[in-house]
């Protein structure tokens, strides 16, 4: 049996996350935070109401993202200032 070696992608995309990250600053947050707002909003309806995140609880996970988004539009409103 030939069995394939470890594969890091998660690491390959944690690092274009970064990049994004720092190439489009508080844009970016915006839009990563909104997607995962959006994501766990759906599951939560759909009756997840714990998580594998570090928070565990949904409705913290959803204060958390929607905070992120918050400041990343302060973050664009200062930006354009």
Do not use: E, H
Request: charged share 10%.
């Amino acid at each position: 049996m030939n069995q394939q070696p470890y594969d890091p992608l998660r690491l390959c995309v944690y690092a274009t996350i970064a990049l994004l990250g720092w190439l489009l600053g508080p844009v970016a947050l915006v839009i990563f935070a909104g997607i995962g707002f959006a994501g766990y909003w759906r599951a939560r309806r759909a009756g997840l109401t714990r998580s594998k995140c570090f928070l565990r609880d949904t409705r913290l996970v959803l204060a958390y993202l929607g905070v992120l988004t918050l400041a990343g539009l302060g973050g664009i409103v200062w930006w354009i200032l």
